[in-house]
C-alpha cells in the first residue's frame, strides 16, 4: 500500500530559511518544488525492504494570507496587506502547488479579528528602560492574527486515510505535539506513522505516539 505525505505549511516555510539556507525562500517555485521532492525523498526508505514505496499524494496545508486594509499603530497611515511580499508569495506558492501532480491544497482560514502588537525585542527594551514610548515606530510592531481551519484539516485527513486504509503510512512533516490525537488514532488503525520535524526538537510526550522519526532535509548548522 502507499504512503501519504502531509506537510504543515507554516512551519515547512519557518524551517525552510534554516534547512535551506542556500535557496531562495521568496521564489514560490523554488520552495514549491523543495517540499514536493523532500516529500518524495521519504519514498526512498532503507528501513523499508519492499524497496521504494508508491505515492498516494502529498497534501500541503496552509491558510490564504491576510487581505485586509488597517492603519499603521503609530502613524496611523494606511495599509493593505493583500499589497504585501508575504501575500503576493503565498498566492504564488499556493498555485505552484495547485499545479503539481500528486499534491493537494488543503487550506484554513484567516480570522477577521487582529491588531498590532509590540514584538518581543522592543517590548524588552522599553521594559528595560531603553526605549521610551514616545521613540516607537510603526516597524517596531507587528499584527498578530490568528489562522484557523489547518490543524483540524490535518486531524481530519489523518483519521479519514486510516479509517479508509487508503496508505498503510502516513509521513507527517510537523513539529508539535498538537496532532498527538491523530497520531494515536493511525497507529491504533495500523498505520506506520512517521514524522519528520526537520530536525527541529521534539518533546518525548509526541516521541512516545509515532513510529519514526526522519528528517529528510539538509540538517541546519549551528541548531
Known amino acids: 500500500m502507499p504512503t501519504a505525505v502531509l506537510i504543515d505549511g507554516g512551519f515547512f516555510l519557518k524551517r525552510f530559511k534554516r ?3 542556500q535557496k531562495n525562500n521568496l521564489d ?9 521532492e523532500m516529500a518524495l525523498s521519504h519514498l526512498d526508505d532503507k528501513d523499508d525492504r519492499s524497496g ?7 497534501f500541503f496545508y496552509d491558510c490564504p494570507p491576510l487581505d485586509k486594509k488597517v492603519h499603521r499603530p503609530v502613524s496611523r497611515k494606511a495599509y493593505d496587506f493583500s499589497k504585501s511580499d508575504t501575500a503576493v508569495f503565498r498566492h504564488k506558492l499556493h498555485d505552484e502547488l495547485r499545479c503539481m501532480r500528486k499534491v493537494a491544497l488543503r487550506l484554513g482560514h484567516v480570522s477577521s479579528f487582529g491588531d498590532w502588537v509590540l514584538n518581543s525585542e522592543r517590548l524588552k ?3 528595560a528602560g531603553k526605549c521610551r514610548v514616545e521613540n516607537l515606530q ?13 490543524d483540524m484539516k490535518i486531524g481530519l485527513d489523518i483519521a479519514s486515510l486510516s479509517y479508509k486504509k487508503q496508505v498503510d503510512q ?3 512533516v510537523a513539529g ?3 496532532f498527538v490525537p491523530a497520531a494515536k488514532q493511525a497507529r491504533r ?3 506506520d506513522f512517521i514524522l519528520d520535524p526537520m530536525w527541529n526538537p521534539i518533546g518525548l510526550n509526541l516521541q512516545e505516539h509515532i513510529d519514526g522519526l526522519k528528517s529528510k532535509c539538509p540538517r541546519p548548522v549551528n541548531e
Request: glycine letters at 4%; charged letters at 35%.
Open 138 to 150: 510603526d516597524e517596531d510592531f507587528v499584527y498578530d492574527f490568528r489562522q484557523k481551519g489547518v
Open 125 to 127: 527594551e522599553l521594559l
Open 189 to 191: 488503525e495500523g498505520i
Open 176 to 178: 508539535d505535539a498538537d
Open 28 to 36: 514560490a517555485s523554488v520552495v514549491a518544488k523543495t517540499a514536493f
Open 170 to 172: 502516513i509521513v507527517l
Open 52 to 58: 521504494r514505496r508508491e505515492l498516494y499524494r502529498i
Open 19 to 21: 534547512c535551506y539556507p
